[in-house]
């Protein structure tokens, strides 16, 4: 065969037009007559709005239009929808406040679009929007999710009393409880998992287009998901048929999340391109990303865990306040509930886990999934109170997990929190990981760090995410407003070669060359003939996109099933032409052939059949060889794995320098290991990143401090060290390739085995706890506050 | 308000009416189409925008368009050798250090100044001088690889 297929390191399809500039992002895409849209934001976090003079903006030269809410409004535009119902402790819908796409009467965060000029050129439209008048009667601002809970405090909409959106639970309490009452050991624990801002290297752009001869819309947009913002935009906001609305998402700068929801830009500059009667173009400047996209996380913790007197896991109580920020962002309240309190079991067999969460609304940018999305917030509490369990009770921490893993024998394995594990060994990703970071060495490299004045630390992080979410009907009774299934069309041409159309979406994951090899692997053709297509609802039948490392296990089983479709009816065509039962025809190695002779025809032989079909089954098969396949999961994903990471502090600066960093992940079958390796590589920077450096800052005000790249800390290459990546097999055991899904591991099992090794590193020093990120001065001061507390 | 502005980019004379104010890269970009070189912030941190001026790296948001005229600039557009991948291009296809595209332009012509500029670059030389250039997706694991490796072919005599 061609040695392109399933587990071959096949160099990607996508990077000869990334490599040469030719890529096509959306702002390289430029529609002739455009016109620029420049957004008006609100300077303050909390105000009323009084009233808008746009009058000297609409003289300004080059000016085509100004508008503002009211615009909007008087032409029923509707508000952004929130695509996930989560229900109180008793039974009740959470408070789902209104998110305009212009604001209406108030303004809820630095950031929030007032007013759009739109112009000949971006300078006229932002010189122009200088021009506009906005009165503010500035209100006093919350911006601290467990502050914005207590009584008195500012408040943001009237029906979310004290700021509340939803409190929510999972688990059994009474059982909880009682296990933590009687425990030999109890540990606790108060983190906070900082907020982050998602950072992909692409702003978001959108481009609006109104055919006035068909009355069809065209939206251009830097989205991981264009069907969905189809459904979205077209059903609730601008209230567009889908067949006269047509989503493009070319050729997208990354994502890790922020790029999945629907944006007031989107709908926007959609609805302006009617208004104007020209195509209308938005690109964000940095700073703007920094107040319009989505950022992630921001949960504060309180944990206790209870054990044994040999270490065994009876219970975990956790209780969360979650910040969704100034408005619900599309996913947002899934997050720090079904896609967190879940995996709060982890790898372990702790037989109680309870869960409370509080989402808070507070004068922030809204918060949504971010590249793990909960299952980093769920990771960083067990793995955090596992090893201060570890330390507290002199048991190393490797053992305590092994102590407490899921045993190899015990699936499918039911958790307390409503997952069931289908496969997994945790166990021997332990193991592997110890090795690659020689855990037994440490001490000994501990002792001649200290030598030289340096503190050193290690710190384990075993994580499980759940992946590839669904199925569709799971998800829609916990809530989910959307099906959660895939779609796949396998188009073969007359000559042989395909194109696919998938709706999943490639930002980054090289979709299109691990989905070629796939096709490769099965229907025998080169991957030079295969072309894959994503990103178009003109195109492609239908599709939920890309996020929670779903394209492989849900969009790769699409794949299959609409090669199946294509195999069998291959068989039916061959068995005509070799003039055989169709229950005789094998297909292997790109052949059909009669089984048990040297008869066989060529999969391009029988395409051409199928186009051609002079002699063929006609009266039985229908001519053409092109097949769609939808594919429903049948359960979640479960990758997991072993993180460890090693730590080197300076004693006088506070900096932590990770002098090493070792992953051992099982992601099932690995279809193309360069580009899974790549997946982990930036998974890890982000998950460091967080740990060590990224922090999102807002003043009392509101006012976001860390707004730019020279306040907020992007890893960048000589902060990180090269990795030691590794993967083991465990097939998942429901889904046809047997795959589980990569694309966020790194971020999942980083923080918390980077912020153990920094413990680790302090903990001769008396410090218990650190919060991320461990900046220098963070480092500096629990040094030496710490060393005071020993001396106390 | 416009100023003419002329200079070669990639071998080819242009000129343009630009604005003063207009930055190098929006004059790539906009006015000549060459919307290879990429634009990720606006504080001159992210390198996306990196090109060769007169043989230098520079970041092309932090450039006049006027600033440079009369100059000789290259872009990602023109680091190829017609259909035949420059040798860090080819470097970066290779070891995979790439993903979603969007740094991509901007780090390769950083690479090239550097491996101009230091003969066999260290990892921790490669990793100091792609202080300037973030990039959100790889990690830097298989950029740092790639350099490596292109810096080497380039020592081969095809830079």
């Given amino acids: 065969m061609s040695g392109d297929g399933i587990g071959a390191a096949v160099r990607r399809k996508e990077d000869a037009r990334f490599l040469r500039g030719r890529g096509n992002y959306t702002d390289d895409i430029n529609r002739p007559g455009q016109l620029y849209a420049y957004i008006l934001r609100s300077p303050h976090a909390h105000a009323d709005l009084g009233a808008i003079d746009t009058s000297k903006a609409k003289r300004a030269p080059g000016v085509v239009a100004v508008f503002t809410g009211a615009d909007l409004a008087a032409d029923n535009v509707g508000g952004l929808p929130c695509g996930w119902l989560i229900k109180n402790k008793d039974g009740s819908p959470m408070v789902e406040p209104p998110h305009p796409v212009l604001a209406q009467g108030r303004v809820r965060h630095v950031g929030d679009p007032v007013a759009v000029v739109i112009a000949e050129s971006r300078n006229q439209a932002k010189d122009a929007a200088e021009q506009i008048s906005v009165s503010y009667k500035e209100l006093p601002a919350i911006t601290d999710a467990a502050e914005a809970i207590k009584p008195g405090k500012p408040q943001l909409f009237e029906a979310a009393k004290n700021n509340l959106c939803y409190d929510w639970h999972i688990g059994e309490k009474d059982a909880v409880d009682a296990a933590l009452k009687k425990a030999a050991h109890v540990t606790r624990i108060d983190i906070v998992n900082n907020r982050l801002v998602p950072n992909a290297m692409e702003p978001r752009s959108a481009i609006g287009e109104y055919d006035r001869g068909t009355g069809e819309y065209t939206l251009y947009t830097t989205s991981q998901n264009p069907h969905v913002i189809r459904l979205l935009m077209g059903a609730f906001v601008l209230h567009l048929p889908e067949h006269k609305l047509k989503v493009v998402a070319p050729d997208v700068g990354g994502g890790f999340g922020s790029k999945i929801y629907h944006y007031a830009e989107e709908a926007f500059v959609t609805w302006a391109s009617a208004k104007v009667g020209k195509p209308v173009k938005w690109t964000a400047e940095r700073s703007e990303s920094f107040i319009s996209d989505a950022q992630g996380r921001d949960h504060v913790t309180h944990a206790e865990l209870a054990l044994d007197k040999d270490g065994k896991f009876l219970a975990l109580k956790v209780s969360t306040v979650a910040n969704m920020g100034g408005y619900l962002s599309t996913f947002a309240p899934a997050i720090p509930t079904y896609l967190y309190a879940t995996l709060l079991a982890g790898t372990y067999t702790t037989p109680a886990v309870y869960c409370e969460v509080k989402a808070v609304f507070t004068n922030t940018v809204p918060v949504d999934a971010y590249r793990g999305a909960g299952r980093p917030e769920a990771t960083y509490v067990v793995e955090r109170i596992v090893e201060t369990a570890a330390r507290e009770m002199k048991i190393d921490p490797a053992e305590l997990r092994r102590r407490n893993y899921v045993p190899k024998n015990a699936y499918p394995y039911q958790t307390p929190v409503a997952l069931q594990y289908d496969s997994g060994d945790y166990f021997t990703t332990l193991d592997m990981a110890l090795k690659a970071a020689d855990y037994a060495g440490f001490e000994k490299r501990r002792q001649e760090a200290a030598k030289h004045g340096k503190l050193r630390g290690i710190g384990l ?36 070669s395909i194109t696919m159309y998938t709706g999943t979406h490639s930002h980054g994951q090289g979709h299109e060359t ?42 790769g089983s699409a794949l299959v099933k609409a090669m199946d479709k294509i195999v069998n009816k291959g068989k039916k065509i061959a068995a005509h032409l070799l003039e055989a039962a169709e229950a005789d025809i094998e297909f292997k190695d790109g052949k059909f052939t009669v089984a048990g002779t040297d008869r066989s025809k060529a999969f391009g032989e029988i395409a051409f059949a199928a186009y051609v079909p002079h002699n ?148 001769p020093l008396g410090v218990k706890d650190l919060a991320m990120p461990a900046t220098p001065e963070r480092v500096w001061r629990a040094i030496h506050g710490g060393q005071r507390q020993a001396a106390d | 308000m416009a100023t003419t502005v002329s200079m070669t980019v990639n071998g080819k004379a242009v000129k343009g009416d630009v604005e003063a104010r ?94 101009k500029k230091v003969k066999n670059p260290s990892e921790q030389q490669i990793r100091h001088w792609l202080e300037g250039n973030i990039c959100r997706c790889t990690g830097y694991h298989n950029i740092v690889k790639a350099i490596k490796a292109g810096a080497t072919a380039m020592q081969g005599g095809q830079s």
């Avoid at chain 1, 295969?530 to 996109?545: A, R, Y």
């Avoid at chain 1, 730019?708 to 429901?734: E, G, I, K, Q």
């Fill in chain 1, 461 to 496: 992080a075993s994580y499980i995410e759940a992946c590839g979410i669904a199925p569709s009907a799971v998800a829609g009774a916990l809530g989910a407003r959307a099906g959660l299934y895939e779609t796949a069309e396998v188009r073969v041409h007359p000559t042989g």
């Fill in chain 1, 616 to 763: 063929y089954p006609i009266e039985t098969v229908e001519p053409g060889l092109d097949e769609t396949a939808f594919y429903d999961p049948k359960n979640f994903t479960f990758p997991s794995g072993t993180h460890v990471a090693e730590v080197e502090i300076d004693r006088d600066t506070g900096a932590v320098h990770v002098v090493g960093f070792a992953a051992a992940d099982d992601f099932g079958r690995i279809i193309n290991p360069l580009i899974v390796e790549g997946q982990v590589h930036g998974g890890l920077a982000q998950g460091i990143g967080q740990a060590l450096c990224e922090n999102t800052v807002y003043n009392d005000d509101g006012q976001l401090v860390t707004g730019s790249y020279m306040d907020y800390c992007m890893p960048r290459a000589d902060n990180l060290p090269s990795f030691s990546v590794a993967t083991n097999v465990t097939l998942c055991t429901h889904n046809p390739l047997g795959v589980k899904g990569c694309g966020e591991a790194g971020a999942i099992g980083a923080p918390a085995a980077i912020m153990n090794a920094v413990v680790n590193a302090l903990a």
């Fill in chain 2, 22 to 115: 207009t930055l190098l890269v929006q004059f790539l970009r906009e006015h000549l189409g060459l919307t290879g070189t990429h634009v990720g912030c606006d504080t001159s941190q992210c390198g996306a925008c990196v090109v060769h001026v007169d043989g230098n790296s520079v970041k092309s948001c932090t450039l006049l368009a006027v600033q440079a005229e009369g100059a000789q600039v290259t872009t990602i557009e023109g680091l190829a050798n017609g259909n035949e991948l420059h040798p860090m291009q080819a470097a970066f296809r290779e070891h995979h250090g790439l993903q979603c595209g969007f740094c991509t332009p901007g780090m390769v012509m950083s690479a090239v100044d550097l491996a």
């Fill in chain 1, 514 to 555: 691990t989905f070629a090899q796939l096709i490769s692997d099965r229907l025998g053709v080169p991957i030079e003939q295969i072309e894959v297509v994503h990103g178009d609802t003109s195109k492609i039948p239908f599709g939920m996109g890309t996020y929670g490392s779903r394209s492989l296990a849900v969009g």
